[in-house]
């Protein structure tokens, strides 16, 4: 079963947060980015839901809680009616430069969430692209590492796993291409993307090609852990309890 409030954090945090690697990863997402003509902080404002604000600049795109420094901010009365913006691309309402607001959502974010969708949802046409299967799983896999922040911390089932993993570091990575950290303090889980330095637990796949099967569900963790494809040290418990909440993420983005 999907909360709708979890699943607003869920596409907060796990979703829309990869638009940052997506415009570090694909040459028409930078494309985008470099044609801006000044800075952009488009705050979403949830009622009891996320707040937090992508901030699109020629460099890039960047994620920061809150509305501080935002330009642009659309409101959402709901959790639902935000999820509705993900699924259903029905917008919110425009509170600070609405004009500004609509037809930026309209043009540069609507484009961008175009070229995410695609590599978040390939089509087997895609994936048969060397380069575009390589960019398609790590973007996957920033968002369910994201998504495994935000299930931990917002949906009742996650938080009982989330409880049992003591403060630390783990490093969850694909071999040689990408590494993220799950920050673990006080049964709240964080997100830095970004290789551990001095990781409690440590569980990485040893190619994109398992990474994908894996997340695919084409390959089998336990035969793959067997064979040695899937490196795993240190407090293996923490792992564990990761992978209980990685079954819930399956859940909410299928």
Known sequence: MVDVRAMAFVNAYGVLATLENLCELDSDAKAICQGLKEPVGFCFDVINGPVFTLNFS?????????DLGCTMKMNFISPKAFNDLIDKSKPGIPTKNPIKTILFLATTFSKLAEILTRYLRPSEADMKNPEFFEKSTMLTMYTIAGAICALANNDEISKISASYII???????????????????????SLEKKKAENPRAVMEFTSIELANALFTGTASTMAELCAGNIYMRGMINMIDNVNRILDRVAVYLA
């Not at 890039?60 to 809680?65: I, Q």
């Not at 570091?169 to 291409?177: A, N, V």
């Open 167 to 189: 403060d630390g570091d783990i490093s969850m990575g694909i071999t040689d291409k990408m590494y993220v950290t799950v920050k673990a303090r006080n049964s709240i889980l």
């Open 58 to 66: 020629k460099d890039g795109c960047k994620l920061t809680e809150g």
